[in-house]
């Protein structure tokens, strides 16, 4: 009697555990139905509950975050995955962002496009991010935009933007007071972050998003 209820015991723990690994990969295959990279969100460490948390804006997303050169001889822009990488400006923090380069260091000269339709919601100078908007998305992302040169137009909180309209130019803003350049090398800081319930503000690392728009990235005389 003992050995038949251990044996029922070991048989009820693996169904227990493969039912676990079943309704893993029909999340992450339902996932890749509504379109998230899977892959590349697991190449950049982002774990299955965060990748879940990706679905409130992804249908929001339109283009890359900076526009490239018409006629450009090689690509006009580098980024890694820098997540929660340490840094050291007004106390040691971690990277919640990820950062965009431009190969020529050129600042006030590439434009900044809204990755998405949506609506001014934070602008301004902040100490860490130098001159930055924030937009929200119809799906309830927050996209951050940090280190611009200058706005391209008088933005107010509330006004409307579509996808693909441009910010600002990219530049070098920041880590002091009010107009404050030339602290680290030009390039656009790029947040996301959506509301939870545990957390207002709840980061998503950016890195993958910026491989699937990669392909959309436009292209402007300048």
Not at 32 to 59: N, T
Not at 109 to 129: A, F, H, N, Q, R
Not at 196 to 219: A, G, H, I
Request: net charge negative; hydrophobic share 35%.
């Amino acid at each position: 009697m003992l050995k038949r209820l251990l044996f029922l015991c070991v048989i009820l723990c693996f169904n227990a555990s493969l039912i676990g690994e079943i309704k893993e990969k029909a999340s992450l295959d339902e996932l890749r139905q509504r379109g998230i990279p899977v892959k590349s969100m697991e190449s950049a460490g982002v774990s299955r509950e965060d990748m879940e948390k990706y679905l409130f804006f992804w249908e929001d997303l339109k283009c890359f975050p900076v526009a490239g050169q018409m006629n450009a001889k090689s690509a006009t822009f580098s980024y890694e995955n820098s997540w929660h990488e340490k840094r050291y400006y007004g106390g040691e923090r971690f990277h919640e962002g990820c950062d965009i380069f431009p190969e020529d260091a050129k600042t006030d000269y590439y434009p900044v496009l809204s990755m998405t339709d949506g609506i001014v919601e934070k602008i301004g100078w902040l100490p860490l991010g130098g001159y930055r908007i924030g937009i929200r998305s119809p799906g309830g992302g927050y996209f951050y935009y940090a280190h611009l040169s200058s706005y391209a137009e008088k933005f107010c909180e509330g006004d409307e933007i579509k996808a693909g309209e441009v910010l600002g130019l990219l530049g070098d803003t920041g880590y002091g007071a009010e107009g404050t350049r030339g602290k680290f090398p030009p390039h656009i800081h790029l947040g996301i972050y959506i509301s939870t319930k545990e957390k207002q503000e709840y980061p998503l690392n950016p890195y993958p998003v910026l491989q699937f728009l990669q392909e959309r990235q436009k292209n402007f005389f300048y």
